[in-house]
């Protein structure tokens, strides 16, 4: 009697885990079709958004490496002028050169010396990695004479220069030139050096990209 109790028992658990495991089927079975389908898609948009981020994180750095070449461009193009002799003061978005004595005009005239042409050939070379500089090219003389002759002297020098750099292939639109006469000295006009530094040409370089 115990051993037919027991085999009903077993039979019935039997009965139980097997229609228990065929409703769980009939259930679970789409629900887990679901599931893996919002897994698939979850899974698909966070390969978008990490290969998005590595595009992101890769302009990034191709940019910051551009920065780094141009900078050590701009640093090295400054070290080269100053070993020039030239007076490098640096602006908001460029650079102010003041040309070195061994450049400067003769007395009263507006004609570029030898040696003021290899500088701004130099200064040119340099620029040609910077295509969308501006120049403004500012003349300066001495104090001696009249202060309109010195203004309309100065503005030759200024406008000699532009046209020496424009003969070398400088874009014209690129190029500003004025004069201010002595308004500007660097030096000491009751000196003959101090009057020689002063008749000089400023450049001033705008729209560098450091």
């Keep these: 009697m115990k051993k037919i109790l027991l085999g009903l028992l077993i039979l019935g658990v039997f009965s139980a885990c097997s229609s228990s495991e065929k409703k769980e089927k009939k259930i679970t079975i789409p ?19 990490i290969r998005y981020a590595n595009e ?7 940019d910051s490496k551009r920065q780094f070449v141009r900078m050590a461009e701009y640093i090295d193009m400054v070290r080269r002028f100053k070993n020039l002799g030239i007076t490098t003061v640096t602006t908001d978005n460029g650079l102010h050169l003041i040309l070195p004595k061994e450049t400067s005009f ?18 040119l070379n340099d620029l040609v990695n910077y295509p969308d500089v501006e120049i403004l090219i500012q003349g300066n003389s001495d104090a001696t004479g009249r202060d309109k002759f010195n203004k309309n002297l100065s503005e030759d020098r200024a406008i000699a220069t532009s046209k020496y750099l424009i003969d070398r292939g400088m874009d014209p639109s690129k190029i500003k030139a004025i004069g201010v006469g002595s308004s500007n000295p660097i030096d000491n006009n009751k000196t003959k050096d101090g009057r020689k530094a ?3 040409i400023d450049l001033i370089i705008e729209n560098i990209d450091r």
């Design 31 to 49: 629900m887990q079709i679901s599931s893996l389908n919002e897994a698939v898609d979850i899974n698909a948009k966070l390969l978008t958004d």
């Design 56 to 62: 992101d994180i890769r302009f990034e750095l191709e």
């Design 106 to 123: 003769q007395s009263s005239k507006a004609i570029l010396n030898e040696n003021m042409k290899i500088v701004l050939d130099i200064i």
């Design 198 to 200: 002063n008749r000089r």
